[in-house]
């Protein structure tokens, strides 16, 4: 009996190390469907509530340039549930990035958002086909960035 509880134990061992290797790495312009070079400007809030952003300077860019994974996460549930607004789902920085794509067809005016969770400092976008997260945490270099932009014109 213990032999068959070891064997079942490895096998899942296994099976466990084997689905985290499977997934998919992206890079920005396959998760976002644009390149990097294609952003115009962003704008920052500390919180995806407030009606003010004020613009992020262009070395936010690089932050962009590193590797996504689709995740099963609902932005709107997680951090947009709340109105009016509360402090338990008011929990993000929110990035409004204008591309220059100049899509005729894109009735957005080439508005892309991004959320990095207050919690967690993941960034999570809507992309090409699901919701992305970003691999690694955000640098705090990034974040001390949005908060010097946000303390600067308060």
């Known amino acids: 009996m213990k032999k068959l509880i070891v064997l079942i134990l490895n096998l899942m061992a296994i099976f466990t190390m084997t689905a985290c290797t499977d997934t998919k790495i992206y890079t920005f312009q396959e998760a976002s469907g644009f390149e990097i070079t294609n952003i115009s400007s962003i704008d920052a809030s500390k919180s995806v509530y407030l009606s003010f952003s ?39 920085y929110s990035l409004r990035i204008v591309t220059n794509l100049d899509d005729p067809t894109n009735e957005e005016d080439d508005l892309f958002l991004c959320y990095i969770s207050h919690n967690t400092n993941y960034m999570y976008f809507n992309g090409v086909g699901g919701t992305y997260r970003s691999k690694d945490k955000m640098p705090l270099e990034f974040i001390k960035l949005i908060v010097k932009a946000n303390e600067y014109n308060e």
């Open 54 to 92: 004020w613009n992020v300077s262009n070395e936010t860019y690089n932050y962009f340039d590193c590797e996504y994974v689709k995740v099963n996460f609902d932005i709107n549930k997680e951090f947009l549930s709340a109105w009016p607004p509360s402090p338990a789902k008011d929990d993000a």
